[in-house]
């Protein structure tokens, strides 16, 4: 049984593992974090590099998403196993041509991304099938459900969100500089197309 009280990183760590191994099931997890936002309030004392948006995004993890490949979770186990990887410090090592997949501790957090493009994102499995894995969670205030990876291209990072509350069709690249020739280099080697609203 777990205690509500806040938690810590390795705490959060331990039921991510607990989790993905079985010996905890998805509704008691859900259940800890719903008695500790009711406890404690969303201002648990973590920061991001702790686990602050892991651990407000374990209140998707019952909320079903159904997609091409049949009925899933909004939270998948690969997600928990990339806020787990993440929250060890493990670099990621994934690459599709010249693009390389970076995890969030890996990116400075207060670097300015403005938005550059939207384009048409309708399977999960887009980036994926080009071995660049996206996590899914809220990594902000407004508890959005969002889809997002970090990929460096040319020494700039891109941020690719997909939003599952409003335009779940649609993706969002953020950037940390608005050069148009970079944004459209990048875009063509991951075969990207840019949708216009």
Known sequence: ????????????????????????????????????????????????????????????????????DGPDFFIRDQDLEEYALDLRGVAASERCGSVSHLRSHQVDADRIR???????????GELADRGLPAVRGTFEDRGDMVEHTHLLFDDVVFLIVRQFDEFVDQGMILGEDRDPDRLAAFMAELDIEPHYL
Request: hydrophobic share 45%; net charge negative; charged share 15%.
């Open 114 to 124: 403005w938005p550059l493009t939207t384009f048409r994102y309708t399977r999960s």
């Open 1 to 68: 049984m777990l205690l509500v009280k806040p938690p810590t990183r390795d705490v959060l760590l331990e039921v991510i593992g607990q989790l993905l191994d079985g010996a905890l099931s998805r509704e008691a997890v859900l259940s800890w974090q719903k008695g500790v936002v009711g406890e404690y309030g969303h201002n648990v004392d973590l920061t991001p590099a702790q686990g602050y948006w892991y651990f407000q995004s374990l209140v998707f993890l019952d909320v079903p998403i159904v997609g091409p």
